[in-house]
C-alpha cells in the first residue's frame, strides 16, 4: 500500500514542475541539456513549452526523426557515441557532438559539416571514470588531436571544449575526484586553446557535485523525463 502511494506522488510531477525545479537550482552560465533519448516527441513538446530549447540524444537516427517533427529553434545536442557512417544524417542541423573519442570520426564530421557549409562545435570525450567500460581519451591523445597539423586544417569543425562521464558508483568522493580531474585538464587546455568554452560534465545523478566542481553544462535525462524503459 505504501510503496503504491509513493509511485503515484511521484507520478504528480509532470515534466514541466521537474524543469523548473532544476532550472532554480542551477546557476546562471551552466547550461542544461534535457536528454529526451528514448522519450516521445510529446514529452519533447511539452518540455520546450516550458521553455527549454537545448535536448541531447544519443542515437542519431532517432535524432533525426525528432529534429523532423520539432519546432527549428530547438538546439539538438548528440551525447552518445558517434557512428560514423551516420554523421551525414545530422550534419546540417547538429549544435554540438559531446562525445567524440577518435581522430577519424572528427575527420567525418568535417567532411559532412563542410557539404552543408557549416562549422560545427565538438567537445572531446576524456576518460575520467576508472571503470573500463567508458569510452574517452587519454590527456596525450587529446593532446596529440589538438596540437595535429590535421586537426588545424579542419575548416569545419571547432573543439570547443571537454565532456566526461563519472563511474557510476555511490562513492561521492570518487565521484567529485573525476569531476576535479575533467575540471583540471580543462583549464589547462583553456590556456592554450582560446576557444575552449564548454565543460560538459554531471547527469540526473550527480550534476550538483558536477556543477560545483566546475561544470557549465549539465546533461539530464531522467530527473526531467522519469525513468527510461528501454524494453518498449
Ligand atoms: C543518458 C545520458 C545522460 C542522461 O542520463 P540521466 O541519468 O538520465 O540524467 C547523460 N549523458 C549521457 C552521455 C547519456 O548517455
Not at 568535417?110 to 560545427?120: D, F, G
Not at 567508458?134 to 573543439?159: A, C, P, R, T, V
Request: proline share 2%; net charge negative; glycine share 6%.
Amino acid at each position: 500500500m505504501n510503496s503504491y502511494i509513493f509511485v503515484e506522488q511521484l507520478d504528480i510531477m509532470t515534466i514541466s514542475q521537474n524543469l523548473t525545479n532544476i532550472q532554480k537550482t542551477i546557476p546562471k552560465g551552466v547550461t542544461l541539456v534535457a536528454v529526451s533519448k528514448t522519450k516521445p516527441v510529446s514529452d519533447i513538446q511539452e518540455a520546450y513549452d516550458a521553455g527549454q530549447r537545448v535536448f541531447g540524444e544519443n542515437k542519431i537516427q532517432e535524432m533525426v526523426a525528432k529534429y523532423d517533427e520539432l519546432p527549428k529553434d530547438i538546439s539538438w545536442h548528440m551525447i552518445g557515441h558517434l557512428q560514423s557512417n551516420k554523421v551525414k544524417y545530422m550534419a546540417h542541423f547538429v549544435d554540438l557532438i559531446h562525445g567524440i573519442d577518435s581522430f577519424s570520426t572528427l575527420q567525418e564530421i568535417n567532411k559532412q559539416a563542410k557539404k552543408h557549409n557549416r562549422i560545427i562545435n565538438c567537445l572531446l570525450q576524456y576518460k575520467i571514470a576508472q571503470e573500463d567500460s567508458k569510452f574517452g581519451l587519454s590527456q596525450e591523445e587529446i593532446n596529440n588531436i589538438l596540437n595535429s597539423y590535421d586537426y588545424k586544417n579542419m575548416e569545419n569543425i571547432k573543439i570547443v571544449g571537454l565532456m566526461g562521464m563519472a563511474s557510476f558508483v555511490d562513492d561521492e568522493i570518487q565521484i567529485r575526484e573525476e569531476f576535479k580531474s575533467l575540471k583540471i585538464f580543462y583549464d589547462q587546455l583553456k590556456d592554450q586553446h582560446t576557444q575552449f568554452s564548454t565543460i560538459s560534465m554531471g547527469m540526473s545523478g550527480d550534476y550538483p557535485l558536477a556543477i560545483q566542481e566546475g561544470s557549465n553544462m549539465i546533461r539530464v535525462g531522467s530527473a526531467i523525463f522519469g525513468n527510461r524503459n528501454y524494453t518498449k
